[in-house]
């Protein structure tokens, strides 16, 4: 990594300890509300691959009166005002565990999951295609109309597929890449609003 890099990732790092958060993944999710105002107070949001918890830690704070779950294979600390589950995303019917603390269903999944990089890039990118069909399967069981989704992915060879997929399913879909998201990093979000419904 070069000194630059290092010292953006670096000061990212610094700052979410500075701040109280809990990982510098949270500098990313903000950076993507500020632009495309994706939270607002009162919603229902479901947080996927929640773990340590920054994403849940900012979006609770911006979501005071609404309903924050957190989902991660690995436990997380207690966040206030945030209910966490623990579980896979491609365990059968995860959506019932889901579904448990907010009947109605969710007005905003968010997902920042990526399996363990293997080094190979399209290994990786195909995972984490897979990993974006998945959220979509599981948005069709929890997602309101009209409700967002915003899913981590990797670039290469699928990035037209999966945009095509959300276009399936979203009016709007927007692929993005936050400032603090490492240049060298391969990392790229999809954001989707109005759900057509499930
Ligand atoms: C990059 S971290 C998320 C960081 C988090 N957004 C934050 O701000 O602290 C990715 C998380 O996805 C979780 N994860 C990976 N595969 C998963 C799966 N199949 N189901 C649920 N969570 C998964 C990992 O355990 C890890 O905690």
Known sequence: MSWIKKRRSETYYKRAKTEGFRSRAVYKLKQMDEKFSIIEDGIRILDLGASPGGWSQYSSLVNQGGINVALDIIPMRRIENVYF?????????????????????????????LMHTSGDHSRDQANSYFIAKRI???????????????????????????????RKHFRRVFLTKPASSLPRSSEL?????????R
Do not use: A, M, P
């Open 85 to 113: 589950v623990k579980g896979d995303i491609f365990q059968d019917d995860i959506w019932t565990k889901i579904l448990e603390f907010s009947s109605d269903g969710y007005d905003l999944v968010l997902s920042d999951i």
């Open 136 to 166: 979509l399967e599981i948005c069709e069981h929890v997602l309101t109309r009209n409700g967002k989704t915003l899913v981590k992915t990797l670039q290469g060879d699928l990035t037209e597929e999966s945009r095509k997929e959300f």
């Open 189 to 197: 979000y999809i954001l989707g609003e109005y759900y057509s419904g």
